[in-house]
């Protein structure tokens, strides 16, 4: 949409590596929050605790979680620092993190190499479509018109594009959704799907 006296509505959607990687160390830590988020496919999986080390990790890996799919909504008050072996994939607060890093540092390798995949595999998939990502969100949003009777509100949303193990969407952050790969690959299920996300928003 375009000119200043109608409204604007920016959706972005990725498969950022980041946000992956978050994914992939809270799988590979056995932490269950978010618990309505699915698993990612094809990493691995551990056992989760119920003891007071579990739920500290838990605590700065949700903490974490946040800085990763909204940074600028969720500003750190101290210094952040890159974690090492996620080259520039993780960062973390210096200062309140010292578990969560040192139980990070053996997944960095496996972690980084899935997140890169799955990112590049996204990429690959969504050049080959190319206008489609928009017509998608634009359809949805023109069916949103339809339906109310007015022209949608200004609003944006992020989208990621994540290997999950079930079909669906999900919130993860005020203004950033989770879509299934296989879902937003299937055009017929993700437009109803898309749909309430919209109807929130618009």
């Given at each position: 949409?375009?000119?200043?006296?109608?409204?604007?509505?920016?959706?972005?959607?990725?498969?950022?590596?980041?946000?992956?990687?978050?994914?992939?160390?809270?799988?590979?830590?056995?932490?269950?929050?978010?618990?309505?988020?699915?698993?990612?496919?094809?990493?691995?999986?551990?056992?989760?605790?119920?003891?007071?080390?579990?739920?500290?990790?838990?605590?700065?890996?949700?903490?974490?979680?946040?800085?990763?799919?909204?940074?600028?909504?969720?500003?750190?008050?101290?210094?952040?620092?890159?974690?090492?072996?996620?080259?520039?994939?993780?960062?973390?607060?210096?200062?309140?993190?010292?578990?969560?890093?040192?139980?990070?540092?053996?997944?960095?390798?496996?972690?980084?190499?899935?997140?890169?995949?799955?990112?590049?595999?996204?990429?690959?998939?969504?050049?080959?479509?190319?206008?489609?990502?928009?017509?998608?969100?634009?359809?949805?949003?023109?069916?949103?018109?339809?339906?109310?009777?007015?022209?949608?509100?200004?609003?944006?949303?992020?989208?990621q594009v994540l290997p999950l193990t079930q079909r669906g969407v999900w919130w993860i952050g005020s203004l950033t959704i989770a879509v299934t790969d296989g879902l937003r690959g299937d055009v017929a299920a993700f437009d109803p799907a898309i749909q309430p996300i919209i109807a929130?928003?618009?």
């Amino acid at each position: 949409m375009s000119g200043a006296e109608r409204p604007e509505w920016v959706v972005r959607e990725d498969a950022s590596a980041t946000v992956i990687v978050a994914l992939f160390v809270r799988q590979a830590l056995g932490i269950r929050a978010p618990e309505e988020l699915p698993h990612l496919r094809g990493a691995p999986s551990a056992q989760p605790e119920d003891d007071d080390d579990a739920r500290l990790l838990e605590r700065q890996w949700l903490a974490y979680w946040a800085m990763a799919v909204e940074p600028q909504a969720h500003p750190s008050p101290v210094p952040l620092d890159l974690v090492d072996g996620f080259e520039t994939l993780a960062v973390l607060p210096v200062d309140g993190f010292d578990e969560l890093r040192a139980a990070m540092a053996p997944l960095a390798e496996a972690a980084v190499a899935f997140a890169r995949r799955a990112s590049d595999r996204y990429a690959l998939q969504a050049r080959s479509g190319s206008a489609s990502s928009y017509r998608a969100y634009a359809s949805a949003i023109a069916e949103h018109e339809r339906r109310v009777g007015r022209r949608a509100h200004s609003f944006e949303l992020n989208v990621q594009v994540l290997p999950l193990t079930q079909r669906g969407v999900w919130w993860i952050g005020s203004l950033t959704i989770a879509v299934t790969d296989g879902l937003r690959g299937d055009v017929a299920a993700f437009d109803p799907a898309i749909q309430p996300i919209i109807a929130e928003l618009a």
